[in-house]
C-alpha cells in the first residue's frame, strides 16, 4: 500500500471533522477525491444482521477505490466518532460522484490505526436496496408473461390456426396423427367459440353454463390517470380468463390461458411470515397487455404493488435481448441476486443466462395434459428451484463470507476478499427444446401470440374507430440497445430427420420468430386487428412436425414428462464455454457431486429417510445412496465441479443404444424423499426401469441415472451373451457379431476367414 497524494479534508454537510491520508491498493489505478475534499452526503442505514464489508462484496466485489487513514499524532475526536459509529452501528458514510457512491466503511485494525476506512464504489442507489433484501433474507425473481405463465389468442391467432390444422389434417394420411391433430383443432375451435360469444355479447356459455362479463377496475398505477373497467369472464376450472385490453374495441379481446399450478407458486412467493421474493417481470410484450397480463395474474397487487407496477413490469423490443440489468434499472436489485423463470433462455444477455431457470413452454392446445399428468406441476417445480435457490444463497453468505469477512483487518491486501455468493452457481441451465432421442419437444405451430404477432394483429384500427377512440402511448417502453443478429434465435436440434425441418426459433404458424407477447405499433395507434401472412418462414405451408417427422410420434413429448421440466431431462446439458465435449464414447467411473445441506425451512422435502442409516437406504433401482454420494466424490474436477465431458458421455451412449435397438428410452423424474439428493432421476428402457439417479441437481441426476443404467445393461448383456460365448470359444464357426468385434481374442486370421465368407455371400 502507497500513499498517492495529499491529505483530504473529510467534511459531513458543511461540518469540518479532519483530515484523512489516502493510499491507493492497486498500481495504476490511482483514485483521487475532487479537490482533495472528502464529503460525506449522508450515512447509510444500519445492516441490522449484515456488516457492510459483507453487502458491499455481494453487489461491488472488490471493488476498493483506495484506504484512508489518520497520520496526525492526536486523531481528531469528529472522526474518531463517525469511525465508532459506523462500526459498531453497521453503517457506512456516503460520498456522492455523479453516478456512483463511494462508501467509507469504517475497518478493525490490527495496528489501532484508528479512524481508518477502506472506500467503496457501488452504482448509485445499489447499496440500500440491496441492503434491505439482505436483511430480510430476499431475493428478486423476475418472470416472463407469453409461454411461461399464460398463452394468449384473438379471434384472427384462433381462426389462422384452426385452418393450417384443417390443411394439414386433409393431407395427413397416417390416422394416429390425424386423431392428435383433430384433437388439438377441437380445443381451438371450442376456446374461439367461447370468444366469440364474449365479444359479440360479454357472455359466454361453458358446458351448458351462462357466464357474464363482470366489470374489473383497474386501478390507475400512477396519479392523473382515469380509472379503466374492462369486462371480464373467469373460469376458474379452466384456467381461463377473457378480458378486453382497450374496452372500447371489442376486436382487442383476448383469450388467456393461465399455467396450472401458478396459485401455488404465487402463495409461496406471497407468504405472510416472510417476503422471500421480489418480483419482477421482463416481457417484449407491448406495456399495455402486458400490464393486464399480470393484473389477472396477481389481482391483489400482492406480488407488485400498484406504485412499483410501472418500474416493474419491463418490456423489451423485439429485436432487443433481455437483461437484468435493464429491468434492475436504477440500482434496485444487483443480478447476482437474482434468478429468472422463462421459457427460452437465449432470449436473455450471455451473462444473464446462468441464472435463468428454464421452463417448458406452456402448451395448453398441443399438450394439454403435460400439467396435469405428473404429481409435481411445472411452476411448482419452478417453486422448489426457487426455494433451494435461496435457501444455498443465504447459507453460503452466512456460512461463508460472514465468516471470513469477520477476519478481515484495514490492514489486509483487498485481492483477498472471500467470494460472494451468486445465484447464478445454483441454477442448473437447461433449455427445454430437444428430447432425448431427437424427437422434437416444440408443437407444430406456436399456442398463443407472439410479440410481432400481435403487433400485426391488434395495432389495425377500424377506419370508423380510428378518428374517435383515444390513443394508447407506447413511451412507458424501456428500450434495449438493438441486437438485429439475435432478432431470430434457432433452437439447439439433434442430428436428426426433423431438424433440418425445424423453423427458425419457436415454430410458429404465421411463420414469426417467436417473440413474447404484444406489441403496439410506434404510433401508438389503438389497438385492433391487422390481418396477414408473415412469410419469413419457409416452413410457413409445410405440414407441422408431428405429421412430418417420419419415424413415430414424438414420444417424450409433454403429455408423457407431466411436471418436472419435461423434457429437459431427456437433453444432454449444454456445452460449457470451458470445454468441447468429446464425441467418442468411453467408460470413466465416477458420479456426481454429493448434495450439500440445506436448512429445512427452505427445502420442501420430507427429511424422514436422513434419520435413517444411509448405508441402509436403497434406491428403487437398487442403487445405495451411499454408493451415489461417494460416487460424486469421484466425480469433482480441481474447480469444485462435475467433469461435464464424462457425463454427457453416458447420456449419449445410452442414446445410442436406445437407437441401435429400436427402443425408448425415457428419463423420468420423480419426487426424492433424500432431503440431501433432492432431484431424483429414472431411466426407462421399452417401458422397464433400469436405473435411477439421485443428485443436488437435476442435470447431475439426469446423467447419473444414464450412468447407472448402462451399467444395469452391462450387466444384462454379460448375463445373456455369457453361454454364448463360450460356445464360441469352443466352436469358432458360431460366431456371434457383437462379440468378436469388439474381442481382442480374436485373431487376423479369423477376421480375414469372417470377410471372405461376407464377401462370398454378397457374390
Not at 407491448?286 to 389477472?296: I, T
Not at 407477447?517 to 419469413?536: A, I, K, W
Not at 408423457?560 to 429437459?568: C, F, P, V
Request: aromatic share 6%; hydrophobic share 35%.
Amino acid at each position: 500500500m502507497s500513499r498517492l497524494g495529499n491529505k483530504c479534508v473529510v467534511y459531513h454537510g458543511e461540518l469540518r471533522l479532519g483530515e484523512l491520508d489516502v493510499y491507493q491498493v492497486s498500481s495504476g489505478n490511482e483514485f483521487r477525491f475532487p479537490n482533495d475534499e472528502i464529503r460525506i452526503h449522508r450515512i447509510s442505514p444500519a445492516g441490522e444482521r449484515c456488516p457492510p464489508l459483507a453487502i458491499i462484496q455481494t453487489i461491488a466485489s472488490f471493488a476498493v477505490r483506495c484506504k484512508l487513514e489518520s497520520s496526525a499524532p492526536v486523531k481528531p475526536q469528529e472522526l474518531k466518532h463517525l469511525h465508532a459509529v459506523c462500526f459498531h452501528e453497521m453503517k457506512t458514510a456516503v460520498v456522492l460522484l455523479g453516478d456512483e457512491e463511494i462508501h467509507l466503511v469504517a475497518m478493525p485494525s490490527t495496528e489501532k490505526k484508528f479512524p481508518c476506512f477502506w472506500c467503496f464504489s457501488v452504482p448509485l442507489g445499489l447499496y440500500d436496496s440491496c441492503l434491505r433484501m439482505l436483511n430480510t433474507r430476499c431475493l428478486s425473481i423476475v418472470f416472463d408473461l407469453d409461454e411461461t405463465l399464460i398463452v394468449a389468442n384473438t379471434m384472427k391467432s384462433f381462426e389462422d390456426r384452426i385452418d393450417a390444422l384443417k390443411s394439414w389434417i386433409s393431407r395427413e394420411m397416417d390416422p394416429v396423427r390425424i386423431n392428435g391433430m383433430s384433437a388439438e383443432l377441437k380445443r381451438y375451435t371450442d376456446d374461439r367459440t367461447l370468444l366469440k360469444q364474449y365479444i359479440d355479447n360479454d357472455y359466454a356459455f361453458d358446458n351448458g353454463v351462462l357466464f357474464k362479463a363482470q366489470p374489473e377496475e383497474v386501478r390507475p398505477t400512477s396519479d392523473g390517470l382515469e380509472k379503466v373497467y374492462r369486462p371480464v369472464i373467469r373460469l376458474p376450472e379452466k384456467n381461463t380468463v377473457l378480458t378486453r385490453i382497450n374496452p372500447e374495441i371489442r376486436d382487442t379481446s383476448v383469450l388467456v390461458k393461465l399455467r396450472p399450478a401458478w396459485e401455488e407458486l404465487r402463495s409461496y412467493l406471497t407468504a405472510k411470515t416472510r417476503k422471500r421474493f421480489e418480483v419482477y417481470v421482463c416481457t417484449m410484450a407491448e406495456r399495455d397487455y402486458a400490464l393486464e397480463m399480470w393484473r389477472l395474474l396477481d389481482p391483489e397487487a400482492h406480488l407488485i404493488s400498484l406504485k412499483e407496477l410501472r418500474d416493474r413490469i419491463v418490456c423489451v423490443k423485439s429485436d432487443a435481448k433481455k437483461s437484468l440489468l435493464n429491468v434492475f434499472n436504477g440500482g434496485i436489485c444487483h443480478p447476482k441476486m437474482a434468478m429468472v423463470i422463462d421459457d427460452r433462455i437465449k432470449v436473455w444477455e450471455d451473462k444473464d443466462q446462468p441464472r435463468v431457470h428454464v421452463v417448458p413452454a406452456y402448451l395448453p392446445y398441443y399438450a394439454p395434459q403435460a400439467e396435469t399428468a405428473h404429481p409435481v406441476p411445472v411452476l411448482c417445480v419452478a417453486r422448489n428451484v426457487a426455494c433451494n435457490v435461496r435457501g444455498i444463497f443465504f447459507r453460503e453468505f452466512d456460512e461463508n463470507l460472514m465468516s471470513s469477512i469477520s477476519s478481515v483487518n484495514y490492514e489486509d491486501d483487498v485481492d483477498n476478499l472471500p467470494p460472494s455468493p451468486d445465484v447464478s452457481n445454483y441454477v442448473s441451465i437447461e433449455d427445454p427444446g430437444v428430447s432425448s432421442n431427437g424427437n422434437i419437444n416444440a408443437p407444430p405451430i406456436m399456442e398463443g401470440m407472439c410479440g410481432g404477432e400481435v403487433e400485426r394483429r391488434l395495432n389495425q384500427a377500424a377506419a370508423a374507430d380510428s378518428s374517435t377512440l383515444p390513443t394508447t402511448s407506447n413511451a412507458g417502453q424501456k428500450p434495449e440497445t438493438p441486437k438485429p443478429q439475435v432478432a431470430t434465435i434457432p433452437n439447439n436440434t439433434s442430428t436428426s430427420t426433423a431438424a433440418a425441418l425445424l423453423p427458425s426459433h419457436k415454430p410458429s404458424l404465421l411463420g414469426a420468430p417467436r417473440r413474447d407477447g404484444f406489441t403496439f405499433s410506434d404510433g401508438g395507434r389503438p389497438l385492433m386487428m391487422r390481418p396477414g401472412v408473415d412469410l419469413r418462414n419457409p416452413n410457413f405451408n409445410q405440414p407441422p412436425l408431428l405429421a412430418r417427422i417420419p419415424m413415430q410420434p414424438p414420444s417424450s413429448s409433454m403429455h408423457s414428462q407431466g411436471g418436472w421440466l419435461i423434457d429437459d431431462e431427456n437433453r444432454p446439458p449444454l456445452p460449457r464455454p470451458s470445454g468441447v465435449y468429446s464425441n467418442q464414447f468411453s467408460a470413466p467411473v465416477g458420479s456426481f457431486p454429493h448434495a450439500s445441506h440445506l436448512r429445512s425451512e427452505e427445502v420442501g422435502v420430507d427429511d424422514d429417510m436422513k434419520r435413517q442409516n444411509p448405508s441402509r437406504q436403497t434406491t428403487e433401482g437398487g442403487i445405495s445412496q451411499n454408493h451415489l454420494v461417494s460416487n460424486g466424490r469421484e466425480h469433482h474436477t480441481d474447480g469444485g465441479k462435475s467433469n461435464g465431458g464424462q457425463s454427457h458421455l453416458f447420456v449419449s451412449a445410452l442414446q445410442e443404444i436406445g437407437r441401435r435397438c429400436g427402443s425408448k428410452v425415457e428419463f423420468r423424474t420423480v419426487m426424492s424423499s433424500n432431503k440431501e439428493l433432492q432431484f431424483s432421476v429414472e431411466v426407462l428402457f421399452t417401458g422397464e426401469k433400469i436405473g435411477i439417479g439421485m443428485a443436488k441437481t437435476k442435470k447431475d441426476a439426469h446423467q447419473q441415472a444414464a450412468e447407472n443404467a448402462l451399467r444395469s445393461l452391462a450387466e444384462k448383456y454379460v448375463a445373456h451373451v455369457s453361454p454364448q460365448s463360450r460356445e464360441t470359444e469352443k466352436d469358432p464357426k458360431n460366431e456371434n457379431g457383437f462379440l468378436w468385434e469388439s474381442s481382442e481374442a480374436v485373431s487376423n486370421e479369423r477376421l480375414e476367414e469372417v470377410a471372405t465368407k461376407e464377401n462370398m455371400s454378397e457374390s
